[in-house]
């Protein structure tokens, strides 16, 4: 197995890059951040991004932890990779990596400053300082399952894949805000998640009311919502109902990055529109 390390100081580009260079590499996965990723999988590892606490991510992105590494190089012995890359802060973090894992040191040492110009690092960092963004070299949907409730945006990396001339393919990677931050940790508490599922339970046409709401925090970013408002009469009850389940699931999904696992609408009530009788 050859070794590849991709280096540069945290917030500066690596992991928006890593999918190209790996192609160009022609390495079959990726090590970055605590995860082992081939193509658009996440084969294994737990994501330095999803710890709560700084420390816990730099134990996780260096694999001190003797769970995640035998996770690790399981996996990485079911691929029987010909070459992966690694990406860390230094060649020292690369090396240290490489050992945890009992894989070969790296053969070749790339930097971030050989492959990104001084104004895209610029801009990395500060994306990375102001809004504690980061990348995940791994398509949205992949994330979404793997770490529920992990805030995820999209990102199209243009690549043009080896021999194939004029053919222009798009990879999609993942953006996300951890739940550690350069702003400290941030929290949604439940009245909050119910304001918005409120909100968008009344914008559905035959809603009078939102009613009452419940939320279940099931797990770490995933929620199931309990919802009971008070419909129109004269509206198709279900057709209703459905889009009230569908907005509120959008609405919490986009605003707050959680997985909502379920809306389930019970019925309470009917108002009835006030009518003026006309006289002849």
């Given amino acids: 197995m050859e070794v590849f390390a991709l280096i540069g100081p945290s917030g500066t580009g690596k992991s928006h890059r890593a999918t190209v260079i790996a192609h160009q590499l022609e390495a079959q996965a990726i090590i970055d951040d605590g995860l082992l990723i081939q193509g658009n999988r996440i084969l294994a590892g737990a994501s330095a991004k999803k710890q709560p606490t700084r420390i816990g991510a730099i134990k996780s992105a260096l694999f001190m932890d003797e769970k995640q590494v035998l996770e690790i190089k399981e996996a990485i012995a079911n691929l029987a990779p010909e070459k992966i890359l690694i990406l860390g802060t230094s060649t020292g973090m690369a090396e240290r990596i490489a050992s945890r894992l009992e894989m070969p040191a790296p053969s070749k040492i790339l930097k971030i400053e050989d492959i990104a110009s001084e104004k895209e690092i610029r801009k990395a960092k500060f994306l990375r300082t102001q809004f504690s963004k980061h990348v995940i070299p791994a398509p949205i949907l992949e994330v979404k399952k793997s770490f529920p409730g992990t805030f995820v945006d999209p990102l199209q990396v243009f690549l043009r894949r080896k021999g194939i001339r004029g053919k222009k393919d798009w990879l999609e990677q993942s953006i996300v805000r951890p739940t550690f931050t ?66 509120v699931k959008m609405a919490l999904e986009d605003m707050t990055g959680l997985w909502v696992r379920s809306v389930n609408v019970q019925v309470k009530g009917l108002s009835f529109a006030e009518t003026t009788e006309a006289t002849v």
């Fill in 182 to 247: 350069y702003h400290g940790k941030l929290t949604i508490s439940n009245g909050a998640l119910s304001s918005i599922a409120g909100l968008a339970a009344s914008s559905v046409t035959g809603v009078s009311s939102a009613g009452k709401i419940h939320v279940n925090v099931e797990q770490e970013g995933v929620v199931a919502i309990e919802i009971a408002p008070i419909f129109t009469f004269g509206n198709n009850l279900p057709e209703v109902a459905a889009e009230v389940q569908s907005r």
